[in-house]
């Protein structure tokens, strides 16, 4: 009677606490989805991700039992702070005018993003008086960074968790518009170079004397 008993009480703690309401979407003992079902003994998520890119649907219905509440993390989307960072990196060769590549990168991440700043202050605010959440800044940036083959621009904003997908993919389309539009600027990938020292110019050997 263990099992039926844990899962009985996870479910008045589901009740009692509301750790997540059906249609938050969660993540717990490595399975995401939307919550559309909650019952004594076990709740029901709409599965996202696993084999999917990206936060959406597989098509699968998966029963969790109660009591992983009380035994797993659970992530919830959700509940107080609605949104969620998400980042864009984009990498771009050394020769790059990568200055430049940040400013295009830059008005896009603003207009795909700053009309949720506002949203998101206000939204803030509300979840700062129930939990100890205080972001300093929430328009959208880009950082930057180097890697092996390139320079590394991440564009950070916020986003509404079931939209992430989609802007994306519009981020994307604008980018590869504009960087198109740019001949100053061209995006990496891995590659291998070799060099010839007589072809660069260089001494090769201990010359004699």
Known sequence: MKDPLSNLAAWA?????????????????KHRGDVIDVHLFQFTLNEIGVW????????????????????????????????????????????????KAKEILTAIAFKHA??????????????????????????????????????????????????????VSAIWDDILTEFGKAPDIELAYHTVRSFSNPIEGKIVGTPEE
């Not at 703690?13 to 003992?29: K, M, T, Y």
Request: charged residues 25%; aromatic residues 12%; neutral net charge.
């Open 52 to 99: 999917v890119d990206a936060d959406q649907s597989t098509g699968r219905i998966v029963h969790i039992p109660n009591q992983m509440v009380f035994t797993e993390p659970v992530a919830n989307y959700d509940k107080g702070f609605k949104y969620i960072w998400n980042e864009v990196p984009v990498l771009v060769t050394y020769e790059s005018n990568w200055r």
């Open 114 to 167: 700053e009309h949720l700043t506002a949203e998101a202050e206000r939204d803030l605010l509300a979840a700062s008086q129930q939990f100890l959440i205080n972001y300093k800044k929430l328009t959208p940036i880009v950082y930057t960074g180097t890697s092996a083959s390139g320079i590394l621009l991440t564009v950070r904003y916020l986003i509404e968790p079931r939209r992430r997908r989609g802007t």
């Open 13 to 29: 703690f589901i009740v009692w606490r509301r750790p997540f309401d059906v249609g938050d979407r969660v993540e717990i003992a």
